[in-house]
T-cell receptor, first 110, second 115 residues
Framework: QKEVEQNSGPLSVPEGAIASLNCTYSDRGSQSFFWYRQYSGKSPELIMSIYSNGDKEDGRFTAQLNKASQYVSLLIRDSQPSDSATYLCAVEPGANNLFFGTGTRLTVIP | GAVVSQHPSWVICKSGTSVKIECRSLDFQATTMFWYRQFPKQSLMLMATSNEGSKATYEQGVEKDKFLINHASLTLSTLTVTSAHPEDSSFYIC???????????FGPGTRLTVT
């Protein structure tokens, strides 16, 4: 079983819609959770972090964490074509280790 | 956020030669840095963990004699691809963790092409 699992997509949403990206993880003891955005040909960029159950909002982005279900998600409101990228979920299970999912490719259609 | 730089951003070398890639943390110290490789349309693959003052830890299947890692200071790690071959052509990315929650920040990457 993979440490971190994501739907590889591609996920297509129309401009202005809400994009919902999901991630599950296997280690119940994980404490820190991150979302990275990676544009084609570029390196990943940290866009959200979440450490406790519930929602965390930053502009158009909302990260949601449910430790009981071992589930973390990223919502992008009012999606823009510039949001088209691969989104990587990363989980820190402790001991200063970080596990990445394989990423979900998002396309926002103008 | 924290800033990590890499040099060079791209390099072309001939088969059989060696290439050194530098990774620097610009505004923080990093006792640990990570080296990843990414082939086109594939996910990140962790190659090794670079530890300041000690030997690097390599992931299974990564040849430590081919990919030499030196973490010479708290702000610099280098990856040397020795005797490069065309199959080593890839996007090499380093990252360094910082902060209370161990956020990893990535360098901009180095695109290596071996001819």
């Amino acid at each position: 079983q993979k440490e971190v699992e994501q739907n590889s997509g591609p996920l297509s949403v129309p401009e202005g819609a809400i994009a919902s990206l999901n991630c599950t993880y296997s280690d119940r003891g994980s404490q820190s959770f991150f979302w990275y955005r990676q544009y084609s040909g570029k390196s990943p960029e940290l866009i959200m972090s979440i450490y406790s159950n519930g929602d965390k909002e930053d502009g158009r982005f909302t990260a949601q964490l449910n430790k009981a279900s071992q589930y973390v998600s990223l919502l992008i409101r009012d999606s823009q074509p510039s949001d088209s990228a691969t989104y990587l979920c990363a989980v820190e299970p402790g001991a200063n280790n970080l596990f990445f999912g394989t990423g979900t490719r998002l396309t926002v259609i103008p | 956020g924290a800033v990590v730089s890499q040099h060079p951003s791209w390099v072309i070398c001939k088969s059989g030669t060696s290439v050194k890639i530098e990774c620097r943390s610009l505004d923080f110290q990093a006792t640990t840095m990570f080296w990843y490789r990414q082939f086109p349309k594939q996910s990140l693959m962790l190659m090794a963990t670079s530890n300041e003052g000690s030997k690097a830890t390599y992931e299974q299947g990564v040849e430590k004699d081919k990919f030499l890692i030196n973490h010479a200071s708290l702000t610099l790690s280098t990856l040397t691809v020795t005797s490069a071959h065309p199959e080593d052509s890839s996007f090499y990315i380093c990252s360094a963790p910082t902060g209370l929650h161990y956020e990893q920040y990535f360098g901009p990457g180095t695109r290596l092409t071996v001819t």
